[in-house]
């Protein structure tokens, strides 16, 4: 019985090591996709952020002025929608990986018990 007692928590542990690993692996390409996209973002917005600075020095009077400005504006509201959407979609995606590792996790565990419980009554 004291085997079985041993044999069932070495099992129970290495489980809930594996587990434990597989997300952090799926948190840290999370992050690795999150980062990414930041980064992309921040690179596009300092290029733009220069481009229309130019633009906006070159004007050639006030309404030339306010259409970059307004261009501007327009531009940083589809990029903070794109940004948005992305973001959600890897939340979503990382959400979906997450509920099917803790289904699979569970039904492991209940399996375990299930196989752990009739050893332990006999």
Same mark, same amino acid.
């Not at 130019?54 to 004007?59: D, G, I, N, Q, V």
């Not at 990986?97 to 492991?108: D, H, M, N, S």
């Given at each position: 019985m004291n085997k079985q007692y041993f044999d069932t928590?070495?099992?129970a542990s290495r489980q809930a090591f594996d587990f434990g690993r597989q997300l952090t692996d799926i948190n840290m390409r999370a992050f690795d996709r999150l980062t990414s996209a930041q980064t992309k973002a921040w690179s596009e917005a300092v290029d733009k952020g @220069? #481009?229309?600075a *130019? *633009?906006? &020095?070159? #004007?050639k009077g006030y309404k030339d002025a306010l259409d970059v400005q307004m261009e501007m504006a327009h531009d +940083? /509201?589809?990029t903070a929608v +794109?940004? !948005?959407r992305e973001s959600v979609e890897v939340? /979503? !995606?990382t959400r979906d990986?997450?509920? $099917?590792?803790?289904? $699979? !996790? @569970?039904?492991?565990v209940a399996e375990e018990v299930k196989k752990a419980?009739? $050893?332990? &009554?006999?």
């Open positions: 928590l070495n099992d @220069f #481009a229309q *130019r *633009r906006l &020095a070159e #004007a +940083a /509201t589809q +794109a940004q !948005g939340l /979503t !995606g990986e997450l509920v $099917k590792a803790y289904e $699979k !996790g @569970f039904a492991q419980s009739p $050893k332990q &009554a006999a």
